[in-house]
């Protein structure tokens, strides 16, 4: 489309404006591999500074495994400004580099509808040396059609100084036959130099069309080096690509060896998502995998990756796993749908600090939305129930079930459904601490806790009647009867009070497991004792006349706590 043969002068490198141009229709029908064919190619030999803006570039195809190359710089020029460019429509059947430069300031951009059927394919990718302050473009529509080839939406080669993307969407997508065994073959970042990274607030999109018969993986951010620094806040990570054979998929990737440390991994308040399948990773680095299969609990502060950051001094305890990425009304977009966990659950960011999203709407700076996009929705529920109730007397001089009445409350609801609803778990002290696989072992043939569920009797208040039956042999005087109460709410956060599980146990909601036991000894589970239930009643041995303001003592002696008198047949008073 546009050539330059040589940006250099006889004294010095020359300063060069590529501004408000329009490519269309570049078209190669020769099969065999040649010259790249491209829309804006410039060659230097000592250096030189381009500034590109507002250029449209539409309809570049080549036959056969000829290469094509979009935006072509020399990595001895410094790209000042690579600001408002459109690429759209490029098909290729080798080698795709959309953008190939050693850019500074890359904003602005979109670059959408891109396919190849063979060869590598690359979006952005940074030539040479230098930082790049990549922010508010669109990188969408990426398809690879072949059944091999590197795929890196961005490629950042030789970012070799600290480097800022945020505001960015980024997707694309392979066929079928598509699979690839190399490391970051297919990833929306990949970073290879040793450099300070920040991720903020971008939304990644990689997917693959049905399962691979070969090996297949993928990543959001792979990140090579070992020596890397990244911080990665507010963003959404969305890998739907089920990894096969050698390979795995994951949403972040640390080519490293050790744990990651404060002065290498700073990750907080992302939103992720890939599958449940074996090798299917939320972070992986050489040494530690956490995914859906080891950390179901990953929403839970208790959740097993959560917790070994945690152990580490790390942060990671916003973010959140949740699938529900849909197109946006912006071209190349996407959002969360329904209730999210993205809504409003940024953390602040400095250097830079993200006070706007990619369309310039306002960002609150901590409380923004993760993503690339502000979007109209409501937070996803993290709050568990709340329950109070006044213990039971600590005496029950009756073998008849109590009834505890508790108080439960939750910022949305709170389930009545059997499955669901409120419980109070309880045993007696005889019968072993620990838990069965409900509701299947909830009768007397199981030896441990046994569960009653609590009726809603108006507003928050529920009542809980023990069911004796349920244990495994009659209460009789002397036996100590433990319990507690649990509640969830409908997003399935749970609350339990008055009891101490084990430290490795996570609670995913009311119906618990065998890992829950046996509880802890702190805090104290509520209990209380039977007593003899046995009632005697004392009758004076005739009428007793009073006169006037005379009065009759009488005295109970032995083990009885309480009395109670009647006056022809109505209870007037006890103690």
């Not at 490293?256 to 449940?276: G, H, K, L, Q, R």
């Not at 849909?326 to 809504?343: D, L, R």
């Not at 830079?352 to 901590?366: E, I």
């Not at 209380?528 to 009428?543: E, R």
Request: proline content about 5%; glycine content about 10%; hydrophobic content about 35%.
């Amino acid at each position: 489309g546009i050539f330059v043969a040589d940006m250099t002068s006889s004294s010095s490198a020359l300063k060069a404006l590529i501004s408000n141009n329009e490519v269309e229709k570049v078209v190669c029908t020769l099969t065999a591999a040649n010259s790249p064919v491209t829309g804006i190619r410039l060659t230097s030999s000592s250096g030189g500074e381009i500034h590109a803006t507002k250029n449209v570039i539409r309809d570049v195809s080549a036959a056969g495994e000829n290469e094509v190359k979009i935006i072509a710089f020399p990595s001895s020029v410094s790209v000042v400004d690579f600001d408002s460019n459109e690429i759209v429509g490029v098909r290729a059947g080798g080698f795709t580099e959309v953008v190939g430069m050693r850019g500074r300031n890359v904003h602005n951009n979109k670059l959408y509808d891109v396919m190849t059927t063979g060869g590598n394919l690359h979006g952005y990718y940074h030539v040479s040396q230098g930082s790049v302050n990549f922010h508010n473009n669109i990188i969408a529509g990426f398809r690879h059609e072949g059944t091999s080839g590197i795929i890196r939406l961005i490629n950042l080669n030789w970012a070799r100084n600290a480097s800022a993307l945020y505001n960015n969407f980024i997707e694309g997508s392979v066929g079928s036959s598509y699979q690839t065994n190399a490391e970051g073959g297919f990833c929306g970042i990949y970073t290879n130099t040793n450099s300070a990274y920040t991720f903020y607030h971008n939304t990644i999109k990689i997917a693959k069309d049905g399962l691979s018969t070969g090996d297949m993986g993928a990543a959001a951010i792979w990140a090579y080096s070992s020596s890397s620094v990244l911080k990665i806040y507010n963003n959404i990570f969305h890998v739907d690509v089920t990894p096969s054979g050698s390979n795995f998929t994951t949403a972040i990737y640390r080519r490293i060896s050790s744990n990651p440390t404060a002065t290498n991994f700073d990750a907080d308040a992302n939103i992720y998502y890939v599958p449940t399948a074996a090798n299917s990773y939320i972070y992986a680095d050489r040494i530690n995998t956490f995914g859906p299969i080891n950390d179901p609990a990953f929403n839970k502060t208790c959740g097993v990756y959560k917790t070994f950051m945690r152990s580490l001094g790390l942060k990671e305890q916003n973010s959140y796993v949740e699938n529900n990425l849909v197109a946006g009304t912006i071209p190349g977009t996407f959002v969360p749908s329904g209730a999210s966990y993205a809504k409003g659950v940024g953390v602040a960011t400095v250097s830079p600090a993200v006070t706007t999203d990619y369309s310039g709407a306002a960002r609150p700076n901590p409380g923004s939305d993760a993503g690339a996009l502000q979007f109209a929705g409501t937070p996803a529920d993290v709050v568990p129930p709340v329950i109070t109730y006044t213990p039971l007397p600590a005496s029950s001089c009756d073998t008849l079930p109590p009834v505890l009445v508790a108080t439960i409350t939750d910022n949305i609801s709170i389930p009545v459904s059997p499955a669901s609803a409120p419980r109070l778990y309880y045993r007696k002290d005889s019968e072993q601490n620990a838990f069965g696989s409900y509701p299947a072992d909830n009768n007397a043939s199981f030896n441990g806790w046994k569960y009653v569920t609590g009726t809603n009797v108006g507003g928050n208040d529920f009542h809980f009647n023990f069911d004796y039956s349920l244990l495994t042999a009659p209460v009789a005087a002397g036996e100590v009867i433990h319990y507690f109460v649990i509640a969830q709410d409908d997003a399935g956060n749970a609350h339990a009070v008055t009891v101490g599980f084990p430290a490795a146990f996570c609670m995913g909601g009311v119906n618990l497991t065998a890992a829950a036991g046996p509880v802890e000894a702190a805090p104290t589970v509520n209990s209380f004792t039977i007593q003899d239930n046995a009632l005697q009643s004392l009758t004076p041995p005739g009428p007793v006349s009073l006169c006037g303001g005379n009065g009759v003592d009488l005295e109970v002696t032995g083990a009885a706590s309480s009395y109670i008198w009647y006056r022809n047949d109505t209870l007037i008073g006890g103690a």
